[in-house]
């Protein structure tokens, strides 16, 4: 993969994605065209441990419940202190139809690690969406830096 | 026409041996999501609804009774066409939930009629229903897709009455909502619009690994088809549209938020969508009712966001998340 490479040799921040089956955030992602590295589906397989900042990009679960809003795989990979040290921002993926709790998983999260919401989109996001948070992220990093 | 694979047999369901995931995940999503229109104290809005004019309650009636009609189509024909098509018995059993949960919501709109309206009101609408041209063939250009012998566009046209059909009548709600009336209706839908949306994305995820079993040719084909039946829809929910909001100068409004809807429905498809973000920028007091607890957007790079502020950080433990 592309990306994995360009995240060893990048001065800025990578993405860390999560994605199920349904792949929607996959396709976001792939379609920023940034660098980015995406936690393993499976719950047995050892999860990933990052070596430089990131910003992490996930889906929300469940039907509104705080409880179960974040997948799993997120979760235990935030556990590891290392990479929860490392994140420097959110995005969630969701849908407007779960009203209050659209994109849920990424307020945790923020509140949880301390680091700012970016930004929401629906399914696999319009070119709009694409083209905001390329955008946005570029700026962020050279604020961080 | 397709090599899907259908279930041959019945044989005892073990849900500790899945195919799919997918299938566990939405099944568990689904009846965690469980309601009854009798947790909604409808009775509350006797007052509003009083409030409204008789044209407006008309209307009101009118978008309530096209919904109902979505939703028995759906239970009583689309899951279980559905049902038909589906690859693993986990699947299936979804589609049994599906079913119910339409039948759930299309017995809340008879529900809100009896709280507020008068049986006469009632009666007129559901002969409106019957012989109103454009609700009929929105029904027509489904069922035929239903009662057609082919599983990828059965899950097309499902998903495309689930994420784009309803939403011409959604709007009324959301927008009397955002007017502070009929609120405890609108968190009635709330609740069925949160329903549907996992109702697309299942169907559509269930498409989508359908689709990309088949030829390129295939594909295209199906692809080429999906889109034509969403012009063919939308076409006609303009009409729809206008013969029901004209009146009340909401019509282009209502628009805006079918294009918002149609792209949603391509995209739980896997397909890109197809209205530019010119003419969907539903009106931002519409997107507020749908959460209307939200107190902050999220647009944190164009700074337009609410403030953040940085706190102490705390330890993250599997217990903390509550998973």
Known sequence: MLVDAAAESSSAGSIVYFSTKSGNTHRFVQKLGLAAQRLPIGREEPTLRVTTPYILITPTYGGGEVKGAVPGQVIRFLNDEHNRRLIRGVIAAGNTNFGDAYGLAGRIISEKCHVPLLYRFELFGTDDDVARVRKGVEEFWKRQT | ?????????????????????????????????????????????????????????????????????????????????LMEDARTPHEEAVYTNIAFMESVHARSYSSIFSTLCTTRDVDDAFRWSEE?????????????????????????????????????????????????????????????IRDEAVHGYYIGYKFQQALAEATPERQQEVKDYAYELLLELYDNEVRYTESLYDEVGLSEDVKKFLHYNANKALMNLGFEPLFPSSVTDVDPTIMAALSPSADENHDFFSGSGSSYVIGKAVATEDDDWSF
């Open chain 2, 1 to 81: 026409m397709t090599t899907m694979q259908r279930l041959s047999r019945v044989n005892a369901i073990n849900w500790n041996r899945l195919q799919d995931d997918k299938d566990l995940e939405v099944w568990n999503r689904l009846t965690s999501n469980f309601w009854l229109p009798e947790k909604v104290p409808l009775s509350n809005d006797i007052q509003s609804w009083n409030t409204l004019t008789q044209q407006e309650k008309q209307l009101t009636i009118r978008v309530f009774t096209g919904l109902t009609l979505l939703d028995t189509i759906q239970s009583s024909v689309g899951a279980p066409v």
């Open chain 2, 132 to 192: 109103n041209p454009t609700l009929q063939a929105k029904s027509e250009l489904i069922l035929e897709r239903y009662r057609s012998d082919d599983p990828l566009m059965r899950k097309v046209a499902s998903v495309f009455l689930e994420s784009f059909l309803f939403y011409s009548g959604f709007y009324l709600p959301m927008y009397w909502s955002s007017h502070a009336k009929l609120t405890n209706t609108a968190d009635l839908i709330r609740l069925i």
